[in-house]
């Protein structure tokens, strides 16, 4: 008995893992059915693809992120830190045979909405000043300036941008002014910060660290810790932000979908007053209110009659490059409940899962999947339709 003992122990252990998993998977599958039941419904089957992050700067480059990780080691999860570029010629070249290959019942490509950024750091003027002040430029410049010390990666970058928004591959929205948080930016520069410091040495913003405050991240540019205090700047910013998407893209965004999905909720009213008819939200989250204390809130696709404005909930996410686990079905299971449930799919991702300018093999896997998932949507649902968020909304609002 004693000999057997460990073998029991062992087969009960593996029934209970066995076990657990069924009722992960009972519970995640549970939640996505919850979430799709509630909001606006459509018997169509759209679907729309939201990618956040385009036309910001993470890493200048490969030589950069290798001067900042011999300084500051960046750990293997933080696959922003290690992978995320603007854009190059050949990353968009790439995306754009993907999502040309592809055709909805209507003969449509896939479209992205790049959730957008049109400024960046002003490197060489925030170092010519001695890195006391923060300056940005906008992002054509920023293409201009790697297109001169870059110029096999980035040669006609930007004109291949405008490409593809005038073939509706690309039709971007609005992410805000800048992908970080001015106020902690701000502080970490006036402390010299080393970690800051030697990013920004590189142009580049990466690996910089935490900001003092858990409750105000550096990526997320509207959080807050004070609400009174903290929140006086966003007015100004959203407009500023606004008003430069226009200058670069060349027209006014509609829909905000704020950097690490962070934002005050007493603004979306100002959100309103700019232009924006549509704001991403979370089917579930807890919302920070200031001075760390959070009140659980839960959208649903729908129009906020009271401000008239419209909550997007992103049902399906796409992430290839974050684990090894199979994308593919997994975002395929989840635009199935969509369907189920008569609600568009809109497929939630990020830009660094198809950048290669660190390392090729980030973007090849990235693009694999995304026309592997491609092509089985219009194999599955043959009457399916492709749509920017934009036209999602329009759709909504005109009933």
């Known amino acids: 008995m004693q000999k057997l003992l460990p073998v029991i122990l062992e087969e009960r252990m593996q029934i209970n ?30 679907v729309a693809i939201a990618v956040d992050d385009y036309g910001n700067v993470r890493l200048d480059s490969k030589k950069a992120y290798e001067a900042i990780h011999s300084k500051n080691p960046v750990k293997e999860e933080q696959r922003f830190d290690r992978f995320d570029t603007l854009e190059t010629r050949e990353d968009l070249e790439m995306l754009y045979e993907i999502l040309a290959s592809v055709k909805d019942q209507h003969g449509n490509p896939a479209i992205f909405t790049p959730f957008a950024l049109p400024c960046n750091i002003d490197f ?34 930007w004109d291949l941008w405008n490409e593809g928004m005038k073939k509706g591959l690309m039709l971007p929205q609005f992410h805000g002014r800048e ?20 990013s920004l040495k590189n142009r580049s913003l990466a690996n910089i660290g935490p900001s003092d405050n858990p409750f105000v991240r550096w990526t997320a540019a509207f959080s807050f810790w ?28 509609s829909i905000f979908t704020p950097p690490a999905n962070a934002f005050p909720n007493s603004l979306e009213r100002f959100l309103v007053s700019l232009g924006i008819i549509a704001v991403n939200r979370a089917f579930f989250e807890s919302a920070h209110v200031g001075f760390g204390k959070y009140k659980r809130r839960m959208s649903t696709l729908r129009l906020n009659k009271e401000i008239n404005m419209i909550h997007i909930v ?24 969509a369907f189920k449930w008569n609600k568009p799919a809109i ?33 599955k649902w043959p009457d399916v339709e492709f749509k920017s968020i934009k036209s999602l909304t329009a759709m909504m609002t005109n009933g």
């Open 179 to 198: 992908h970080f948080n001015l106020k902690v930016f701000e502080e970490k520069l006036a402390k010299k910060d080393p970690a800051l410091l030697l």
């Open 226 to 253: 004070d609400p009174a205090k903290d929140i006086e700047k966003f007015p100004e910013i959203l407009q500023d932000g606004m008003e430069s998407f226009k200058k670069v893209y060349g027209y006014k965004p």
């Open 124 to 157: 060489e003027r925030l170092r010519s000043e001695g890195f006391e002040k923060y300056q940005y430029e906008l992002l054509p410049e920023t293409f201009k300036k790697l297109e001169a010390n870059q110029p096999i990666a980035y040669r006609g970058t």
């Open 314 to 337: 992103r049902n399906v996410v796409f992430e290839p490059t974050c684990s090894n686990i199979n994308h593919v079905e997994k975002a395929l299971s989840q635009i199935e409940t």
């Open 17 to 46: 893992l066995w076990l657990y998993i069924y009722h992960m998977r009972v519970i995640h599958q549970l939640f996505q059915e919850i979430k799709n039941i509630p909001g606006w419904k459509t018997k169509r089957k759209l």
């Open 347 to 379: 497929i939630s991702s990020h830009r660094v899962n198809f950048c290669g300018h660190i390392d090729a093999n980030n973007r090849k896997t990235g693009l694999t999947e995304l026309k592997k998932l491609l092509s089985k949507i219009v194999n």
